[in-house]
């Protein structure tokens, strides 16, 4: 079967676009082949800094011939009717309909479509200028003379030239003939920029791979990343370093080259007085280059680094590495600037009187000095939330409360409160705002505070995502659980709660991280008691707790299912009160627990099987006593589950204000004999009204003895 071969080459394409663009080409293209009626083995995508290109294996030659009817109006139908038959039908006149007869419904027309298959170029040709026009870049341009024109081509950088090849590998493969804007596809495609600027013909995909290498372009940008990251390492190591490894600019350094050369260069020693982190994001932020450390080194940074080139220099790439090294030069030192600036006094700091003294701030010390400027200068979190002074404040307070709950130093947590934000005014953190936090925490340190207030101040922001560790330290757990509650309750007492796939102040991530801290560190809270605090900070806001509880039970289950737990278990135990995650959670393993044994599953269809006759009389108005009356037993296995109820409710009662959850569920499992004895031995629908009425209420005992723990009846099975 032929195979497709598309090039679209252009100039650079910004590295972060790439993958996404080449994945969207794919995507386009195959859905638009199937769409017309062809089929295709395999379909894989490729990228370079300067084209995206696809290898569509096993493609049909020809889409199938199709014959179909499309059934019509009765032909005493309106004209109306008919008229828009013909429309859908693509017929021109109800003449060229057939008339078809049913024995129930009389005549009626039908249209006899007959559509012949196509070529499989023709299609190409048809699709891919489509696909061009329409190409979903995030931002793209119009360039040349024709950019004047309406509706001329738009690309993310100007598209140069198209190869577009389809054909079997025992044959000569054709060119799919096209044009767009000017733009003719072609064989013809151009090698790496500077080593192999000449044309090269192509045929398919497997010539096109080892032509394209053999003029510098290794068109698989994971091969590239491989060859990076295994020449990076070696480089390092050679000079008795290790790499510093990090995935995220490894991908974008891997969209920047076409020939990747690894290189070495160097700054000087004076500058390691930075911090590594700041050291880090300078050379990426700046050179895109990789930084080293020395050989089993945990923390410290060596003055080597590692730039990655896009030719092979006639001098092995020392001047490549030199201009490097200056620009790094040039950038470390603004950051040992904002370094040693950071730890001085700041300018203002007469004017800063009145916020160190609300905060009870030392303003002998830098990290204090900054945390009172954010105060004095207003900064705005929210328009409708006021300063982060104002939210600091809050953040003190919710802390504070929280401090005992979590078994922390409320002097400590009041402290690492008022210092956690502080960072934002440091110019380390103004350059880079990745590290903040980080940052907050080495100038706590370096101040002399406490190692969990310092802590705190870098970890007060986790989890960020749920790859993200959770804070274990007290005074961090109570600084981020406040952190993240202020900022929810804000923006539900204002209303802007996420919606849809919009969430643009990451509120589904700040509940799941209350979510996590609380069951990851195995923390007992009653939200509902914190959020009534925490909207109360919010003036004129509404308090709807009963709407953020109900959001953060949605956040437990997505939390709970990514864990393995099943979906109709977490239903079965969260009530609309419940506010204690981690009691939930216990309660769900629980009953997982129980269901996993021959008594948990027996039960389970006994408790249904009692709660789905219940309901049905119910629904009847079939009487139910109010109360079950012994006397009124007939039967040896009614008396027997009546004790056996009275049993089971009051040792699960007891177990569920032990909060043991799992004796509970075990002080319901022997419930499963004396249900399956009633059942076997017992008409509930007995003649008689009161005996009748007694066997219902009896059943009803079981809905409520089970109910302590679970809603039985949503659990599946």
Request: glycine share 8%.
């Amino acid at each position: 079967m032929p195979d497709l071969l598309l090039e679209l080459r252009s100039e650079e394409i910004p590295a972060r676009m790439q993958r996404k663009a080449a994945g969207d080409l794919r995507k386009m293209l195959t859905d638009g082949l199937v769409e017309a009626g062809l089929t295709y083995e395999a379909a894989r995508e490729y990228w370079t800094p300067r084209r995206l290109a696809l290898d569509i294996r096993g493609l049909t030659a020809r889409s199938k011939d199709i014959r179909e009817e499309i059934k019509g109006p009765s032909t005493t139908a309106p004209e109306q009717a008919v008229q828009g038959f013909l429309r859908k039908a693509g017929l021109s006149s109800i003449a060229e309909a057939h008339v078809h007869s049913d024995p129930k419904k009389g005549d009626f027309y039908v249209a006899h479509i007959a559509k012949p298959g196509r070529a499989a170029e023709e299609i190409i040709a048809e699709l891919v200028p489509g696909i061009i026009r329409a190409f979903p870049w995030p931002k793209s341009m119009r360039w040349g003379p024709a950019s004047a024109k309406p509706g001329s081509l738009r690309w993310v950088r100007p598209l140069q030239s198209i190869v577009c090849t389809f054909g079997p590998e025992t044959e000569e493969p054709v060119v799919v003939d096209f044009e767009i804007d000017g733009i003719r596809a072609g064989n013809v495609t151009y090698g790496h920029r500077f080593h192999a600027p000449g044309a090269i013909t192509v045929r398919r995909f497997d010539d096109y791979v080892s032509k394209l290498e053999a003029a510098k372009v290794v068109l698989d940008a994971d091969r590239r990343k491989e060859i990076i990251l295994a020449d990076a390492r070696n480089i390092a190591f050679a000079n008795g370093l290790d790499l510093v490894e990090d995935e995220g600019l490894l991908e974008e350094v891997s969209g920047l080259v076409e020939w990747p050369v690894v290189l070495m260069g160097e700054f000087e020693q004076d500058f390691l007085t930075i911090p590594g982190e700041v050291i880090r994001l300078t050379i990426r932020a700046n050179q895109k280059c990789f930084v080293t450390r020395p050989q089993g080194a945990a923390e410290d940074l060596s003055n080597r680094f590692i730039p990655v080139a896009n030719i092979e220099a006639s001098d092995g790439g020392k001047e490549i590495a030199r201009g490097n090294g200056k620009v790094v030069r040039a950038r470390l030192s603004d950051a040992l600037y904002f370094w040693k600036t950071d730890q001085g006094d700041l300018p203002d700091l007469g004017m800063l009187q009145e916020s160190a003294a609300k905060f009870g701030l030392d303003l002998k010390k830098p990290l204090d000095q900054r945390m009172a400027r954010l105060d004095h200068l207003n900064v705005t979190f929210h328009a409708k939330l006021g300063t982060q002074g104002a939210r600091v404040e809050r953040i003190k307070q919710l802390a504070r409360g929280l401090a005992p709950v979590v078994g922390a130093d409320t002097a400590l947590v009041a402290r690492a409160a008022v210092l956690a934000k502080a960072d934002l005014q440091t110019e380390v953190v103004g350059e880079f705002p990745e590290l903040q936090g980080a940052m907050g925490r080495k100038y706590a340190l370096l101040q002399g505070e406490h190692p969990s207030v310092a802590a705190a101040a870098e970890e007060h922001y986790k989890p960020q995502g749920p790859s993200d560790r959770v804070p274990t330290d007290p005074v961090s757990v109570a600084v981020a659980l406040a952190d993240k509650l202020d900022t929810l309750t804000g923006f539900w007492a204002i209303d802007e709660k996420p919606t849809g796939s919009k969430d643009p102040f990451a509120l589904r991530r700040a509940a799941l991280g209350v979510v996590r801290i609380l069951i990851e560190n195995r923390i007992r809270l009653a939200l509902k008691s914190v959020f009534a605090k925490a909207f109360a900070n919010f003036k004129g806001g509404a308090d709807q707790s009963s709407d953020l509880l109900a959001f953060f039970h949605d956040r437990l289950k997505v939390y709970l299912r990514d864990q393995g737990a099943r979906h109709d278990l977490i239903d079965a135990v969260i009530t609309p009160q419940s506010d204690d995650l981690l009691q939930i959670v216990r309660r769900v393993e629980a009953l997982g627990s129980l269901l996993d044994t021959d008594e948990g599953r027996n039960l389970l269809a006994g408790t249904k099987r009692a709660a789905n006759i219940l309901a049905a009389e119910e629904k009847k108005k079939t009487p139910v006593a109010e109360t079950v009356e012994p006397a009124l037993f007939r039967e040896g296995a009614e008396k027997k589950l009546n004790a056996a109820v009275n049993q089971a409710e009051k040792e699960a009662g007891q177990a569920i204000q032990n909060e043991d959850f799992s004796a509970a569920m075990l002080a319901l499992s022997v419930l499963r004999e004396p249900v399956d004895s009633f059942f076997e031995g017992v008409l509930v629908n007995d003649e008689d009204q009161a005996v009748r009425a007694n066997r219902l209420a009896l059943l009803a005992r079981i809905r409520t003895a089970t109910d302590q723990v679970a809603d039985f009846s949503k659990i599946v099975g």
